[in-house]
């Protein structure tokens, strides 16, 4: 069965980086584009960012593009997210699935808090 296990959150400063990521089992992950989602208090439900397949095609939110790089390791089934230049606006609990624009399994999420 799909499984994916998001980690690397806690809290942050303002400014500050994080970097999660989500480890995928009972699929062939190379297979499969990627993508993350949030859902931030107040604000609701946003994709975050896609990747394709191969890795080599990322597409970003208007509200974290420049900021955020997603990214793959298809030998360790594994996808992250590298996250600058964090702001209080992205505290959400984070998502990964396996699909672009969140379609899919998601995992349980992990939790980012950026707080002074």
């Known amino acids: 069965q799909v499984q994916l296990v998001e980690s690397g959150g806690g809290l942050v400063q303002p400014g500050g980086s994080l970097r999660l990521s989500c480890a995928a089992s009972?699929?062939?992950?190379?297979?499969?584009?990627m993508s993350w989602v949030r859902q931030a208090p107040g604000k609701g439900l946003e994709w975050v960012s896609d990747i394709n397949r191969s890795g080599n095609y990322t597409y970003y939110a208007d509200s974290v593009k420049g900021r955020f790089t997603i990214s793959r390791d298809n030998a360790k089934n594994t996808l992250y997210l590298q996250m600058n230049s964090l702001k209080p606006d992205d505290t959400a609990v984070y998502y990964c699935?396996?699909?672009?624009?969140?379609?899919?399994?998601w995992g349980q999420g992990t939790q980012v808090t950026v707080s002074s």
């Open positions: 699935a396996n699909g672009r624009r969140g379609f899919g399994s």
């Open positions: 009972g699929f062939t992950f190379s297979n499969y584009a």
